[in-house]
C-alpha cells in the first residue's frame, strides 16, 4: 500500500461545476496535509494547507481533512480551465524519513470550457 | 526574484558520467531537499537537509549524493549515472526542518535524460 494515495484520473468536470478530489494516507501519525497544483512542465505550487479535521476554505478552494478516516479532500468551485492541472497531495508522518512530506502520485484535473 | 534557482534547465548525460545538479536560494531558508518525478510515481524525496552543514536520506537515496555547506547552496551529484535515473529533479526548501506550517517552495526543475 502506498503512503499517499490518489486517483490519477484524468477528473474531466464542465466549467463552472465543482471538482472534487481526494487523498488518502496510510500513517496516523500525520499532522501536516497540503496540496500543490502542478502546471505541466512546471514545479508544484502550494495551494493548500490543513492541519486539523474539518473544513479550510481560501476562495475557491475547500479542504477537507478527517483524520479519524485517514482521508484529505480538495473541492474547486466555479472550476476554470485555468485550474486544469495536475493536483499534489502531501501528506507529513513520523515514518517518512525526516519526518519529510510525503507525496501521492497525483490528479490530473481537465476542465472544459 | 526572490526563490530557488536550479541549473542546468535540463541535460542529457551519458552513463557513467558524473553530474552536480545546482540549486541555490536566497529565502534564507533553513532546510532545502532534493525531490524526484516520474511519471505515476509522483515526487519522491532523495536527500534532504534540516540546516547548513546536516544532511540526511530520502525515500531513494542510492546513487545520489548532497553537501550542505551553507544555507544557500545545495547540490546534488550522481557520481556514475545510469539510466533510471532518468526523470526530473526538483530542489525545494523551506523555513523549517518540520513540516508543520512550513510547506515547501520548489525551484523549476532540471529535467536529466541519461542515456
Known amino acids: 500500500q502506498k503512503e499517499v494515495e490518489q486517483n490519477s484520473g484524468p477528473l474531466s468536470v464542465p466549467e463552472g461545476a465543482i471538482a472534487s478530489l481526494n487523498c488518502t494516507y496510510s500513517?496516523?501519525?500525520?499532522?501536516?496535509f497540503f496540496w500543490y497544483r502542478q502546471y505541466s512542465g512546471k514545479s508544484p505550487e502550494l495551494i493548500m494547507s490543513?492541519?486539523?479535521?474539518g473544513d479550510k476554505e481560501d476562495g475557491r478552494f475547500t479542504a477537507q481533512l478527517n483524520k479519524a478516516s485517514q482521508y484529505v479532500s480538495l473541492l474547486i468551485r466555479d472550476s476554470q480551465p485555468s485550474d486544469s492541472a495536475t493536483y499534489l497531495c502531501?501528506?507529513?508522518?513520523?515514518?517518512?524519513?525526516?519526518?519529510?512530506?510525503?507525496f501521492g502520485g497525483g490528479t490530473r484535473v481537465l476542465v472544459k470550457p | 526574484i526572490a526563490g530557488i534557482t536550479q541549473a542546468p534547465t535540463s541535460q542529457i548525460l551519458a552513463a557513467g558520467r558524473r553530474m552536480t545538479l545546482r540549486c541555490t536560494q536566497d529565502?534564507?531558508?533553513?532546510?532545502m531537499y532534493w525531490y524526484r518525478q516520474d511519471l505515476g510515481l509522483g515526487l519522491r524525496l532523495i536527500h534532504y537537509?534540516?540546516?547548513?552543514?546536516?544532511?540526511g536520506k530520502g525515500e531513494v537515496p542510492d546513487g545520489y549524493s548532497v553537501s550542505r555547506a551553507n544555507t544557500d547552496d545545495f547540490p546534488l551529484t550522481l557520481a556514475s549515472a545510469v539510466p533510471s535515473q532518468t526523470s526530473v529533479y526538483f530542489c525545494?526548501?523551506?523555513?523549517?526542518?518540520?513540516?508543520?506550517?512550513?510547506?515547501?517552495?520548489f525551484g523549476n526543475g532540471t529535467r536529466l535524460t541519461v542515456t
Open positions: 537537509s534540516n540546516t547548513a552543514g546536516t544532511t
Open positions: 529565502m534564507r531558508h533553513n532546510a
Open positions: 502531501a501528506v507529513n508522518g513520523i515514518k517518512a524519513a525526516g519526518n519529510k512530506l510525503t
Open positions: 490543513i492541519y486539523s479535521n
Open positions: 500513517d496516523r501519525g500525520s499532522q501536516s
Open positions: 525545494a526548501s523551506s523555513p523549517y526542518h518540520h513540516s508543520y506550517n512550513s510547506p515547501l517552495h
